[in-house]
């Protein structure tokens, strides 16, 4: 069975406003425009933009000698939820939501093999009464300044406006920045060493992460008891929802220690397993064996009536993380996740052949079309 059509995101997932094919178009203009401006940073000492970064999750940059990665990245809407089940369930999950913003900012910084160093913090609000909600307010900082700490990098300050009419007064956006440094003697990984007989290890996730909340709001709606609809776990939808996202720094930071010949690392957010063929190559990605799926993405799979093609190219689907390392290197890679305490399996392994994602226990194949992320480099 082939991903097709609806392998480029859900019709579940357009209804509920997020249409993958439209914001990649945008993103794919943006990067376009951005890459014309690459030649200005010569115009600081040792300065070079790397553009083989376009279109990978950060853009990497030399400067003075070093090689750094720079990222923007925000929770998207999670923030609601956590609202909606503390008005409903009395539950603050504040400092989860501040946690899986800076998760999702750093783990897509660590993909380029960049160690996060200072985190900047973006917190709109429709009005600057919400941090009248002081318990709301504290949980944040402390969730912001655990995730900080578990990333082992330095919290610099950030913006936080009030912006009536634009964001709801009741809500708040989450968002932030990152800098981060490439180890001395390491290159940034950018898919130029990815080859035939390469391993793929995947990492397992902790549930949602900070990638379908539009989609989970939906189904909440429809759900005659909402987020207090019980799970079998004796949870409910709300609170599994909020599981704070897994941060995968101390994972890379390790792999390098170790000196383990990591080729790739992907962070498997939107697109879900079609974030496996990120890399702008003509290499094939087999994937022989699948993680676990949280329960709480299987009851959102279910409610939606999400085909496994829209499910797999949507929702992270118990992947968290994506490790791609020499051949017989996975075990190791298996291993060191362990230590850390994730869960992680050797997965498949990368082919010569045209660009595409092969998932063989559902016999789902995605094509290149289905992602792509590259600006347009002819001009």
Known sequence: MSGGQDGHGSSAYRSAGVDYDVLDAG???????????????????????????????????????????????????????????????????????????????????????????VVNAYFATGSSGWYGHVDRHAALIDGWQSACRDAGATWGGGESPSLPELVSEREIELAGSALGVVPDGLEPLLGQRLGAGDEIVLIESSGLHANGASLARKLAQQ????????????????????????????????????GLPVHYLSHI?????????????????????????????????AQAAMSAAAAYSTLN???????????????????LARELG??????????????????????????????????????
Request: hydrophobic letters at 45%.
């Open 27 to 117: 993103k794919r203009a943006a990067l376009t425009a951005a890459l014309a401006t690459s030649d200005l940073l010569a115009a600081h000492p040792g300065g070079r933009a790397n553009d083989a970064s376009r279109g990978e999750p950060a853009f990497v940059f030399e400067l003075a000698g070093h090689t750094f990665a720079l990222v923007v990245e925000g929770l998207g809407t999670k923030s609601i939820i956590a609202r909606q089940v503390h008005d409903a369930q009395g539950e603050n999950r504040f400092a989860d939501v501040a946690y899986d913003t800076v998760a999702a900012i750093v783990n897509d910084l660590c993909c380029v093999g960049a160690l996060p160093v």
């Open 342 to 379: 994730l869960r992680a399996l050797v997965a498949g392994r990368i082919e010569a052949g045209p660009r595409r994602v092969i998932i063989e226990p559902l016999e789902l194949t995605y094509e290149s079309a289905a992602l792509d992320l590259t600006p347009d480099r002819s001009s």
């Open 269 to 301: 957010t939107g697109h879900g397993l079609l974030k496996l063929m990120r890399p702008d190559r003509s290499l094939t990605y087999r994937i022989a064996a699948l993680p676990d799926v949280p329960e709480v993405l299987r009851f959102m799979v």
């Open 223 to 258: 759900l005659e008891l909402g987020y207090e609809t019980p799970l079998g776990d004796g949870r409910t939808f709300g609170q599994a929802l909020l599981d704070p996202t897994i941060l995968y720094v101390p994972l890379v930071r390790a792999l390098q220690n170790e």
């Open 317 to 335: 689907m118990g992947c968290g993380f994506a490790v791609y390392c020499a051949g017989g290197a996975g075990t190791d890679v298996v291993e």
